[in-house]
Structure formats: C-alpha cells, structure tokens
T-cell receptor, first 115, second 113 residues
C-alpha cells in the first residue's frame, strides 16, 4: 500500500538555524498538510496546501514557517529561525481529492529537537 | 473547551473487554474521524463518519455520531493487547480558505494481556 514518507526521522538543530523537513506524499494525492505534536500534547494543524498554494493555515503558522512543493513529489516545511518551542514531532499528511470525506494518510513524522 | 475533546484521557482494560472512548466537539462539522497512534509513530486513520450518518462499523470498531449532542463514540470490541495506543478524534472545520483538521487531546488505551 502506498504511504507518505518523511525525512529525516530525527533532526537536531541549534536555535536560530533554519530547518527543512521533507515529505513525499502519496503520488496521486492532491491535498497536503503539515501538523505538529509537542511531546505529550495534541496534534495541531499547521497548514494545508492545494494546487501549489496554501489553502488554510493556523495561528501557529506564522512568518517563520513556509511550505513548498518544489517538484512533483516533495512537499517541504521550512522553519526560518528555529526557537526552542519549535521542538516537536512534525507530521505530513496527504489526501486524494476534493472530497473532504476522504481520509488523510500520515507519515511517521520527523522529530525536531532544538538545542 | 476546544473542538474535539476525548474522554476518558486514559483507559486500562483487560484483553477481551470492550473499550469505549468518547469525543465532543463544538462547531458544525462535515465529518468526524478517528485515528490511532502507536507510541512514536504517525496517525493511522481508522474510520470516518459523515455528518449525516449515525453509526458506522469497521471490523471490531463501531463509531456513533450524535450531531444534536455534538458527540461521537468509538467502541473497540474484544480488545487485544495490540490495540494499546492513543486514539484521537478529529473534525474538519471550514476555515474560509479550506478545511483544517482539528484533533482532540486523545485517549490513551492500555490493554493488559
């Protein structure tokens, strides 16, 4: 069964540095998402992306964050100047089509540790 | 409280027993989804129930939805040790530009062998 893959599985970065988290969604999917989960807390929506643009974003997704689909397969999340509170698991998800009643498929996440 | 709140926060049962988890939400929804998360892993979609459906089954899973009470329940029958995980409900909320999925805090289920 096709799956969403995320790399790296663990990223350790110094505070203030830029970090790029990578995701390869399922190939025929059209909607892409990023979520984060701070240790022990709930999964929080960051951003949704469709047709090469952001369709929805949360209050967490401020100017420090950006997303890009640089080619036909990758979907990236960039954090420009990381802060200690950005430490979390970051999950990418994709969904097949315009019907919001289709399920999202999640990757196994990238654990981001900011030192 | 926030959109998508589960109770109980934690549940410990013996293998073979049934596990029931509840979820409440505040706004109108298009659908409600249940996900499972094993420790350190991503979320696995279990079941989606649309706002015009009242009950849905998938294997040992039964989900109900009561839109008048803005609540849903997930029942796992004949639980197994392998069902040990966190279970989250999630709702799609239209934000103006598109849908965003709001997750609850989850129920941690521990099934003792």
């Amino acid at each position: 069964e096709p799956e969403v893959t995320q790399t790296p599985s663990h990223q350790v970065t110094q505070m203030g540095q830029e970090v790029i988290l990578r995701c390869v969604p399922i190939s025929n999917h059209l909607y892409f998402y990023w979520y984060r989960q701070i240790l022990g807390q709930k999964v929080e929506f960051l951003v949704s992306f469709y047709n090469n643009e952001i369709s929805e974003k949360s209050e967490i997704f401020d100017d420090q964050f950006s997303v890009e689909r640089p080619d036909g397969s990758n979907f990236t999340l960039k954090i420009r100047s990381t802060k200690l509170e950005d430490s979390a698991m970051y999950f990418c998800a994709s969904r097949s089509g315009t019907d919001s009643n289709q399920p999202q498929h999640f990757g196994d996440g990238t654990r981001l540790s900011i030192l | 409280s926030q959109q998508g709140e589960e109770d109980p926060q934690a549940l410990s049962i013996q293998e073979g027993e049934n596990a029931t988890m509840n979820c409440s939400y505040k706004t109108s929804i298009n659908n409600l989804q249940w996900y499972r998360q094993n420790s350190g892993r991503g979320l696995v979609h279990l079941i989606l129930i649309r706002s015009n459906e009242r009950e849905k089954h998938s294997g040992r899973l039964r989900v109900t939805l009561d839109t008048s009470k803005k609540s849903s329940s997930l029942l796992i029958t004949a639980s197994r040790a392998a069902d040990t995980a966190s279970y989250f409900c999630a709702t799609d909320v239209f934000g103006g530009g598109g849908f965003k999925t709001i997750f609850g805090a989850g129920t941690r289920l521990f099934v003792k062998a």
